[in-house]
Nanobody, 114 residues
Framework: QVQLVESGGGLVQPGGSLKLSCAAS????????MGWYRQAPGKPRNLVAR???????NYADSVKGRFTISRDNAKNTVYLQMDSLKPEDTAVYYC????????WGQGTQVTVSS
């Protein structure tokens, strides 16, 4: 069992940056696949970025070169650095952990608008 809490969302202008954080209630990164997902109104929840227990990463084509997923094992925290933000990035962003089952954070709103 693990609890996940996201933070760092907010309003940013196009071209700006935000860094999201996901704090886990215990050390899980050696056994869990960690991911960031996002969901816009009327659209399905889609994978944005993922990091494996071994540290490998992958990204949705729409964010490659702009977003970076990373983790700090000592802080039990995974991050999503978002640069060169576009209005199309507007969504609720969710942290996910897979350890035989899916665990989700509550979500944090990211709005990209002038």
């Amino acid at each position: 069992q693990v609890q996940l809490v996201e933070s760092g969302g907010g309003l940013v202008q196009p071209g700006g940056s935000l860094k999201l954080s996901c704090a886990a209630s215990r050390s899980i990164f050696r056994i869990a696949f960690m991911g960031w997902y996002r969901q816009a109104p009327g659209k399905p929840r889609n994978l944005v970025a993922r990091i494996t227990p071994g540290g490998s990463t992958n990204y949705a084509d729409s964010v490659k070169g702009r977003f970076t997923i990373s983790r700090d094992n000592a802080k039990n925290t995974v991050y999503l650095q978002m640069d060169s933000l576009k209005p199309e990035d507007t969504a609720v962003y969710y942290c996910n952990a897979y350890i035989d089952d899916d665990y989700w954070g509550q979500g944090t709103q990211v709005t990209v608008s002038s």
